[in-house]
């Protein structure tokens, strides 16, 4: 992550350092950081809700980066009153690398990836708010906040994650121009092929659920009437879980048409809508 677009005023934190800050925390309001490990740092913001024994995290889609030059967004950051739960906002440093990227998909670079840290990083929240065992935990993210939630959540066993038109193979995102900025300028890597014979688990989730061995429980909504969703991202990730008896109860779909927005059949479902299924998710959480 480029470091000049992180503002002074943020405190840096590692595992331990952050165990004692947010134990020294009594803001109501948000305490926005950067979590450091074994070299890399993500920009984090965290909610405390008092009684709160449920932990939310969230993670961004696509930014607009006329909106935001550096990047580092929190999105939904203000639907944190809403809800009975910690919630915890990774932004991706991945799209700091250019003023063009708008999406990362975690990505960070050739070497290291997103989950691997945020995972860690999960942990170590949960752990000084409470939110133990994992299944306290439910990770969200639409698009390619979707990809990302899904990913973190396979080195979380136990906790849930609900998406709404996530990418499952990124590598299939029909933008091309954001593949191949990811591709070249994050990973500094010529073609999406390479990308895939190279890191087939860092692009396509089957492939990084068979390498974690652990399918994450998914409630997954779908607009049906986006064709891409649904073709490439949707129906191979529902047929992998149903291919195995024990993965297919993990997997609910919660699929939906609407054709009203046209070209943005793939934009998320509206604030309500989400807030209400979240609602539902974080009071099945045991």
């Keep these: ?50 009684g709160a024994d449920r932990l939310l995290i969230l993670f961004n889609g696509a930014v607009d980066r006329q909106r935001s030059r550096s990047g580092i967004v929190f999105q939904r950051s203000s639907w944190r009153e809403e809800f009975d739960a910690h919630c915890l906002w990774v932004a991706d440093p ?19 990836f997103l989950p691997c840290t945020a995972a860690p990083l999960v942990k170590a929240v949960a752990h000084a708010l409470g939110c133990e065992p994992a299944r306290r935990r439910l990770y969200y993210g639409s698009s390619a906040g979707g990809f990302q939630a899904l990913a973190t959540a396979a080195l979380d066993e136990g906790a849930a994650v609900m998406v709404n038109n996530p990418q499952t193979d990124w590598l299939k995102y029909p933008f ?30 089957r492939a990084l659920f068979e390498l974690c061995e652990h399918a994450p429980r998914v409630e997954y909504h779908v607009n049906f009437s986006s064709k891409f969703d649904v073709e490439d991202h949707y129906r191979p ?39 209400s299924a979240l609602h539902r998710n974080l009071a099945s959480l045991t």
Excluded at 15 to 31: C, T, Y
Excluded at 95 to 102: A, N
Excluded at 184 to 202: C, D, H
């Design 94 to 112: 991945t799209i700091t690398h250019s003023i063009q990227m708008r999406i990362g998909w975690g990505q960070l670079n050739g070497v290291d």
């Design 176 to 205: 091309l121009r954001d593949v191949d900025l990811v591709t070249r300028l994050a990973l500094r890597r010529s073609s999406a092929e390479q990308v895939r014979e190279e890191f087939p688990w860092r692009s396509d989730l």
């Design 1 to 50: 992550m480029r470091r000049d677009v992180i503002p002074p005023q943020w405190e840096k934190h590692d595992d331990v350092s952050l165990a004692g800050r947010i134990a020294a925390w009594h803001s109501a309001e948000p305490l926005t950081f950067v979590y450091s490990r074994e070299g890399v740092e993500v920009p984090c913001r965290l909610s405390i809700r008092p």
């Design 237 to 275: 990730l529902r047929e992998w879980y149903e291919a195995d008896d024990a993965r297919a109860e993990r997997f609910v779909s919660r699929s939906y048409r609407d054709g009203s927005r046209g070209v943005s059949a793939h934009a998320p479902l509206p604030r309500e809508q989400t807030v």
